[in-house]
T-cell receptor, first 109, second 116 residues
Framework: GQNIDQPTEMTATEGAIVQINCTYQ??????LFWYQQHAGEAPTFLSY??LDGLEEKGRFSSFLSRSKGYSYLLLKELQMKDSASYLC??????????WGAGTKLIIKP | GAVVSQHPSWVICKSGTSVKIECRSL??????MFWYRQFPKQSLMLMAT?????????EQGVEKDKFLINHASLTLSTLTVTSAHPEDSSFYIC????????????FGQGTRLTVV
């Protein structure tokens, strides 16, 4: 079956760095997405990886290892506004997105 | 990025009535639109995939006669919750992909439905 695993909740301190891990098992693979979702709002796109390696975009970076079925989202210089849920989604061979349950990130001052 | 507009943002309706939710791609043409439902503190659950000009494909367990989907044009898809019940109260979100084949899914703002 198809499955996405990510931690349910993480806590970090303002100004620090946090890494949110995601492992996936899909029928075929066409890329890994990270979305940010604030409470009561729709998800917003953060990153897309289809090749192995690290993609950096400002304070956010995303890493992918296809052989390990593993990705992480790295958030640097955390700000209070980064408190949100972070959704990992893998695209299968039919180009359908398989969603993880999301990781709720709590930022403390 | 591309813009997807979803309307209404929130709606309260009486049990037994029907509610229509619209999803529009404002600056691109979407061959495929997706409808999701999200209960509090849970992940997005795909309800159906809607392709322009053809019948929607519903996920297992989703009643197609209760959740009517129409994708009449490349910029508009609608979800109608018929004979709504309190258990249908949820956050409904649409997303769309453009004709260029970009893999990124653009999301609407979501609709908070409360059935009383």
């Amino acid at each position: 079956g198809q499955n996405i695993d990510q931690p349910t909740e993480m806590t970090a301190t303002e100004g620090a760095i946090v890494q949110i891990n995601c492992t996936y098992q899909t029928s075929g693979f066409n890329g890994l997405f990270w979305y940010q979702q604030h409470a009561g709002e729709a998800p917003t796109f953060l990153s897309y990886n289809v090749l192995d390696g690290l993609e950096e975009k400002g304070r956010f970076s995303s890493f992918l290892s296809r052989s390990k079925g593993y990705s992480y989202l790295l958030l640097k210089e955390l700000q209070m506004k980064d408190s949100a849920s972070y959704l990992c989604a893998a695209m299968d061979s039919n180009y359908q997105l398989i969603w993880g349950a999301g990781t709720k990130l709590i930022i403390k001052p | 990025g591309a813009v997807v507009s979803q309307h209404p943002s929130w709606v309260i309706c009486k049990s037994g009535t029907s509610v229509k939710i619209e999803c529009r791609s404002l600056d691109f043409q979407a061959t495929t639109m997706f409808w999701y439902r999200q209960f509090p503190k849970q992940s997005l659950m795909l309800m159906a995939t809607s392709n322009e000009g053809s019948k929607a494909t519903y996920e297992q367990g989703v009643e197609k006669d209760k959740f009517l989907i129409n994708h009449a044009s490349l910029t508009l898809s609608t979800l109608t919750v018929t004979s709504a019940h309190p258990e249908d109260s949820s956050f409904y979100i649409c997303s769309a992909r453009d004709l260029q084949g970009h893999t990124e899914a653009f999301f609407g703002q979501g609709t908070r439905l409360t059935v009383v």
